[in-house]
């Protein structure tokens, strides 16, 4: 099955509830959950499912989780299709880029799993400050993070960019965003320290022992590289590289969209995660979703965007 781009979020669509329906209804689902709390060594399922000690939102669990789900939902997508997807490419979110190299791959499942692990217990130890998404290009939102010691960590769509910084700092940037940009919104994200900036550098000098002692394979298609908003290179010191210094830099989610339209992907497939109002996996939209059709639709470029993240999904779909 020939999928276009396979693409998969990152934290901030993660939600207890999360895979139930998919562990309850497809044997594919169920191991990859069981393989996971063998992996890591406590209750895949009971984190995700029910969260009783509402640990899901913390960094060091999000990331596992949500790495859980949207292979869960990669394998029943498989499964349901009649096969293995031959995508034209992959990419995800922050943490989604990492999904995206089990899904090519390029990483095993397991060792993904320690990996993002870790990855989020030292950004949630070490992780300070804060970070907020403003309604402003790349460039204007610079110049305004410039001016109070922030810094951009993430170019979402051409007109909405992420920063981070101290809480002081972040502080009198929204003071100087109230005066002086009054039509442009900030909208603080909630995470647990400023991603994707300085802020993360003693995260990334212990993560980098950590990319060191594990092992990478030539992807099956090409992956896309948040820091460099190109395919990785298949050379498995320079995909550790690019992962270290994806902690400390921007997510170019612009600059992937923008490889998918000029490299002529015409479909992308949305796996994991889920975001709404809604509790139940059923309510959740896709997270990725609307910025894919506002980036496209401004690119002037026509393009089919899917889903799969719950099991209702996983039903719709039919093999070949």
């Avoid at 790495?67 to 034209?88: D, F, K, M, N, Y």
């Avoid at 490299?263 to 889920?274: A, D, I, K, Q, T």
Wanted: charged share 20%; hydrophobic share 40%.
């Amino acid at each position: 099955m020939n999928t276009g781009m396979l693409v998969f979020p990152g934290q901030g669509a993660q939600y207890a509830g999360m895979g139930n329906d998919l562990y309850e209804t497809f044997d594919a689902a169920r191991r990859i959950y069981d393989e996971a709390g063998e992996a890591l060594g406590y209750d895949m399922r009971e984190l995700s499912f029910s969260d009783p000690e509402g640990q899901i939102g913390l960094t060091r669990y999000t990331q596992p989780a949500l790495l859980t789900h949207s292979i869960a939902c990669l394998r029943v997508t498989e499964a349901q299709s009649g096969g293995e997807l031959t995508p034209l490419a992959a990419a995800g979110h922050s943490l989604g880029e990492y999904s995206a190299l089990v899904a090519a791959g390029a990483l095993a499942f397991d060792d993904a799993l320690r990996l993002v692990g870790e990855r989020g217990r030292l950004m949630g130890e070490y992780g300070e400050g804060g970070m907020l998404a403003l309604a402003m290009d790349a460039e204007e939102a610079r110049q305004l993070a410039d001016r109070h010691c922030c810094q951009v960590a993430g170019l979402n769509l051409p007109t909405q960019t992420v920063v981070g910084g101290t809480h002081a700092d972040l502080e009198q940037l929204a003071t100087d965003l109230a005066e002086n940009y009054p039509r442009k919104r900030g909208t603080p994200l909630a995470t647990e320290g400023a991603f994707h900036t300085y802020l993360m550098v003693t995260a990334a000098r212990e993560f980098r022992d950590v990319l060191k002692r594990t092992e990478f394979r030539p992807p099956r298609c090409p992956v896309l590289s948040n820091y460099t908003a190109r395919p990785h290179d298949p050379a498995p010191d320079a995909v550790r590289t690019r992962l270290f210094f994806q902690l400390i830099n921007p997510v170019n989610w612009v600059g992937c969209m923008q490889w998918a339209v000029e490299n002529g992907v015409r479909s992308f497939l949305e796996l994991g995660g889920g975001i709404g109002r809604g509790e139940t996996p059923a309510e959740k939209r896709p997270n990725l979703q609307g910025i894919l059709r506002k980036y496209c639709r401004g690119a002037g470029h026509e393009a089919e965007i899917s889903a799969v993240i719950n099991a209702d999904d996983a039903h719709a779909l039919k093999p070949g």
